[in-house]
């Protein structure tokens, strides 16, 4: 296993983040498809190969109008095109100053509904009994907006999924090989980047510490770590199925004497 060397947040950006930004807001990666009135709007975008899910049976790229989607979160009443099927959703439960809304969807108590509508981005989740769609942030700009997944997955083949190639837990593992005692924080948010674990350590020379397992839900996760509440910085890791050709990315933070670099990261595919 390599280790790599993490640099604080505070250096800028890389190069190739630079120029995904000057070509977006150039308007050379993406023509949007849909009417500035509607909440979801389709995007002329190829989501690359690598970062498509196993448990995307139907997906595509959108931009989302959050001011729009949460008026109409607030009216409680409104639909929904998703994947060419309009959703009609129902809102029984909201609480605005931290933008949640709990619903159902056409007309079945059973069939949830949630969304997180924040200033500038939003999440959504809807289950339709045999099926599910999600809509998710990627964290991408696209001119001067969001991009979106918007994804179905289907229970019965994602059942046959789980039985032929069950999930593999996220996990990390911290190390101190320095000479003094750390604190070091870390927070992870999974891939419609909501926290989902935050814990902060205190480790000594020479201690490992191992995590629980923290997810199995399929996709790029984020972390954010912060040694000594002065050097911070995040790192991704992928959850996915164990198959012969490799499961989820398991990522080893070791604490070092070096001031500059002062965490190494290095990452394990079983």
């Known amino acids: 296993m390599e280790w790599s060397k993490i640099t604080s947040k ?19 990666l993406y023509i949007n498809l849909s009417n500035e009135d509607e909440i979801i709007s389709d995007i002329d975008y190829t989501i690359d190969e690598e970062d498509v899910q196993s448990h995307w049976d139907e997906y595509k790229a959108v931009t989302v109008n959050v001011d729009k989607l949460r008026q109409s979160l607030d009216s409680g009443n409104f639909s929904l095109r998703l994947l060419d099927e ?3 959703i129902i809102i029984f439960k909201s609480n605005k100053a931290d933008g949640y809304y709990r619903g159902y969807a056409n007309g079945v108590a059973a069939n949830q509904a949630e969304f997180y509508c924040g200033e500038d981005t ?4 809807i289950d339709l009994g045999t099926y599910s769609y999600h809509i998710v942030n990627t964290g991408e700009l696209v001119g001067n907006e969001n991009m979106y997944v918007l994804y179905m997955t289907d229970y019965e083949k994602e059942e046959q999924r789980h039985e032929q190639y069950p999930i593999d837990p996220l996990t990390f593992e911290i190390s101190n090989e320095d000479s003094l005692d750390h604190n070091i924080s870390i927070e992870i948010f999974d891939p419609s980047n909501s926290l989902i674990f935050s814990e902060n ?13 923290i997810s199995e839900i399929p996709g790029k996760h984020r972390y954010v770590v912060v040694l000594d509440g002065d050097y911070s910085f995040e790192q991704s890791a992928t959850v996915a199925r164990s198959t012969g050709l490799g499961s989820s990315e398991k990522l080893y933070f070791n604490i070092v004497n070096d001031s500059e670099y002062p965490v190494l990261v290095g990452i394990e595919i079983a």
């Open 86 to 88: 309009d959703v009609h």
């Open 201 to 213: 350590y205190s480790i000594s020379p020479g201690e490992i510490i191992a995590s629980p397992e």
């Open 10 to 28: 505070k250096i800028p950006f890389s190069l190739i983040a630079i120029v995904l930004v000057i070509l977006a807001v150039a308007g050379l």
């Open 122 to 125: 939003c999440h959504c989740y």
